[in-house]
């Protein structure tokens, strides 16, 4: 049932299993995300992390192994048509005609919609307003991605599913359809963005899931799922060995640092202390082996005991 406090997407303990028998592959195992009305969840992941299985059972093309997906209270099968009404979908790879126009590709898809947009607004909406008679087969790759927004939000959606809507975009247009993305989730739309971009998720996302090997292992704001990383202190001796120590207390490990070299008259070259970064972060996570029969862990900080020397 959907009121008013139903978040737009619900997934609990989702599963999803490719294949049966000796050969089933557990791709999903065990997803819990929720996207609150008016904010935005970027799904990262490493290379078969689960992204895209994960994406379809929400998109109601595939049926869950076990768990369960609610969009706006709704089951994404047993109540497509609603759920579909109420969800606009950006895929990986699109299939427009090559031989259509802009606005005969809306006009379109527009007639699949109930209640639709007018194309003129949409078309306006994502700054296609000069390409309207423009055949597929002639627009940029950055238009023709800005043409899939534009079919996805013929139908006003209320949950936008974005699947790497920028890959291949130039930074301008990138730049675009961020903002056109940030307007729709603050006129309320709840908005699931799976990209490759870290630059991207910092840019838009309210909070960011990161998903390895079938699970969720970081989830939170920015500031949360990089804070769970361990900062670092990497300094190389006039001997040239290069140490890097992990710590949870950047000031106190890079103190006990430099009054060590200080106290030994060691000059420390290549002196770098910093934050974890989405991207460390992120890279600390991908080199995280998948584990089959116990639950993924976050990535691994080492012992930093008696690390300082
Ligand atoms: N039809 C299928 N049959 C068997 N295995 C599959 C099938 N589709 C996907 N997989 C496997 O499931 C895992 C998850 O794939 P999925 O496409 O969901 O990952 P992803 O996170 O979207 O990856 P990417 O970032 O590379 O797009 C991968 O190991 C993939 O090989």
């Not at 195992?29 to 990262?44: N, S």
């Not at 359809?177 to 799976?194: F, H, I, Y």
């Not at 040239?240 to 710590?247: F, I, P, S, V």
Request: charged fraction near 25%.
């Amino acid at each position: 049932m959907d009121n008013h406090t139903t978040p737009a997407l619900e997934i609990r303990g989702l599963r999803r299993t490719y294949g049966t028998g000796e050969s089933a592959y557990e791709a999903v195992r065990g997803v819990d995300l929720t996207v609150e009305r008016g904010t935005l969840l970027a799904l990262l992941g490493t290379n078969g992390a689960g992204k895209t299985s994960t994406m379809e059972v929400v998109e109601g093309l595939a049926a869950a192994s076990g768990g369960s997906v609610r969009v706006f209270g709704l089951d994404p099968v047993a109540d497509r048509a609603e759920a579909r009404r109420r969800t606009g979908v950006v895929l990986q790879v699109s299939g427009f005609s090559g031989d259509l126009t802009v606005a005969e590709t809306l006009e379109m898809e527009a007639a699949t919609v109930t209640d639709p947009r007018p194309v003129s607004e949409v078309v306006a909406l994502v700054d296609l307003e000069h390409r309207v008679d423009t055949k597929v087969l002639s627009l940029s790759g950055g238009e023709r991605r800005r043409l899939d927004l534009a079919c996805a939000l013929l139908g006003k959606p209320e949950l936008l599913m974005l699947d790497e809507p920028t890959t291949g975009l130039d930074p301008e247009s990138r730049r675009r359809v961020w903002e056109l993305v940030r307007n729709l989730r603050d006129e309320g739309a709840a908005v699931l963005l799976t990209t490759h971009y870290l630059d991207e998720a910092e840019e838009l996302a309210d909070q960011i899931a990161i998903m390895h090997a079938g699970r969720i292992v970081r989830e939170g704001t920015l500031a949360e799922v990089v804070g769970q990383q361990p900062s670092t202190v990497r300094y190389t001796t006039p001997d040239g060995e290069t140490t890097t120590l992990e710590t949870e207390d950047l000031q106190t490990t890079l103190t006990e640092v430099l009054t060590w070299a200080a106290e030994h008259g060691v000059r420390l070259s290549g002196l770098d202390a910093r934050h974890a970064s989405l991207e460390s972060t992120f890279l600390a996570i991908a080199g995280t082996p998948r584990s089959d029969d116990t639950p993924a862990t976050d990535a691994s900080t080492d012992d930093l005991e008696g690390a300082v020397r």
